[in-house]
């Protein structure tokens, strides 16, 4: 079965230093997802893209958060300064295109800032 | 505005017993509505999803969900509950025109032997 792979599975960086997080999605799948979920709570969208075009990213915090998908393949999430705050995992998630086929999430990158 | 509320933080079941997740939503349109699973340290599984059709909806590891527009809840079952069922659940709403997919807070499954 397909999977949508990320690395790494666990980062552990501290606070003030640059941190990337990277995703690869099912072959084919154009929509790509960033999401972010802290610890008790339900994933938070932070970017979509469709293809290498940024579709939403009005909860990225743009002052840190940097997000990109050159090749519309895979895509990689950047952080800097990373702030206490920061410490969640971070889903990737891709879709054929279209709500109704639903997502299919990677295992995520657990970070942890201290 | 959208939103999702998974009214339950925690539930407890026996092992055999059946189960009930409850999950009420609310969207201007016709929503699409959609069940996760999330095992410890591991990414969201899809477990089920509606967007028309019957009301009652079948999806992976025996579970099944119904929605009811007029109380605007889409509530996931499973008749009789494994071991292996507990994890936490998310329920999402999804709409088209540009409405975002949300996710609930999640409820957490306990299983007793």
């Known amino acids: 079965e397909a999977e949508v792979a990320q690395s790494p599975r666990y980062k552990i960086t501290e606070k003030s230093q640059a941190v990337a997080f990277w995703c690869d999605p099912i072959?084919?799948?154009?929509?790509l997802y960033w999401y972010r979920q802290i610890l008790g709570q339900g994933p938070e969208l932070l970017v979509q893209f469709q293809d290498e075009s940024v579709v939403d990213d009005s909860q990225l915090p743009k002052d840190r958060f940097s997000a990109e998908r050159l090749k519309g393949v895979d895509s990689t999430l950047k952080i800097q300064p990373a702030e206490l705050g920061d410490s969640a995992m971070y889903l990737c998630a891709s879709s054929e295109g279209g709500l109704n086929y639903g997502y299919t999430f990677g295992s995520g990158t657990r970070l942890t800032v201290v | 505005a959208q939103s999702v509320t998974q009214p339950d933080i925690h539930i407890t079941v026996s092992e055999g017993a059946s189960l009930e997740l409850r999950c009420n939503y609310s969207y201007g349109a016709t929503p699409y509505l959609f069940w996760y699973v999330q095992s410890p340290g591991q990414g969201l599984q899809l477990l089920l999803k509606?967007?028309?059709?019957?009301?009652l909806v079948q999806g992976i590891k025996g579970f099944e969900a119904e929605f009811k527009r007029s109380q605007s809840s889409f509530n996931l079952r499973k008749p009789s509950v494994h071991w292996s069922d507990a994890a936490e659940y998310f329920c999402a709403v999804g709409g088209t025109g540009g409405f975002k997919t949300i996710f609930g807070a999640g409820t957490r499954l306990f299983v007793k032997a």
């Open positions: 072959s084919g799948h154009a929509t």
């Open positions: 509606y967007f028309s059709g019957d009301t």
